[in-house]
């Protein structure tokens, strides 16, 4: 790809100008850390008024210094005037509009930034957040023989910090029998188990 630079500049002349009579432009740039330095160098010949034989020489330098943005890649670029035009104001200013043309320039992939969307959370009343819990836990006792010997069932809520052990000593169970009614190969927050109740016999 190619970027085109423009510079103006005004040199004020000491004498006056009647007529610009031979003008050309050189460029002593070159690319160090990604910035385009050097100067342009404007030279030429003028007539002091319309009337003269005898023409004047004029030498300026214009002192560039452009920085490169990250995201071009500037191992084969080029450096070169593209265009160059100029014109006399009151009579003893040179005003310049020049264009540096950049070549071969090629412009890194930039991904877009990472766009993290916070999870919407929907309200929901307490009374649904209740009936909800009661069908997850009726679900639980589906496959349940109503012969069995347990009075009581409760249901243990795994939350943050709890293991098996733990769990077995709080509600005095062992482990036969949590395999009895639970996959306890891996608990995990969030889990719910079945602890069974001994019928109490007189």
């Known amino acids: 790809m190619k970027k085109t630079v423009p510079l103006k500049k005004d040199i004020p002349f000491k004498t006056n100008i009647a007529e610009i009579t031979s003008i050309a432009l050189d460029h002593e740039l070159n690319l160090e ?3 385009i330095k050097g100067q342009l160098v404007i030279s030429g010949s003028y007539k002091i008024n319309d009337t003269s034989v005898n023409t004047e020489e004029f030498k300026y330098n214009i002192p560039v210094n452009i ?3 990250e995201r071009y890649i500037l191992d084969n670029m080029k450096i070169s005037i593209d265009d160059f035009y100029y014109e006399i104001v009151d009579d003893n200013l040179l005003s310049v509009s020049i264009e540096i043309g950049l070549d071969n320039l090629k412009e890194e992939e930039i991904l877009p930034p990472f766009k993290y969307e916070e999870e919407k959370v929907i309200p929901v009343s307490q009374e649904v957040v ?4 009661d069908e997850e836990v009726k679900s639980l ?7 069995e010997d347990f009075a009581t069932y409760k249901v243990c809520i795994v939350k ?8 077995m000593l709080k509600y005095n169970v062992n482990k036969e029998l949590l395999e009895q009614y639970n996959d306890i190969s891996e608990i995990k927050i969030g889990d719910k188990l079945i602890i069974p109740s001994f019928h109490e016999t007189n």
């Open 33 to 35: 850390n990604r910035i």
């Open 67 to 69: 920085e490169m943005s």
């Open 130 to 133: 209740d009936e909800r819990v």
């Open 141 to 147: 006792f589906d496959n349940f023989d109503d012969n």
């Open 160 to 167: 943050e910090n709890d293991t098996l052990e733990s769990i």
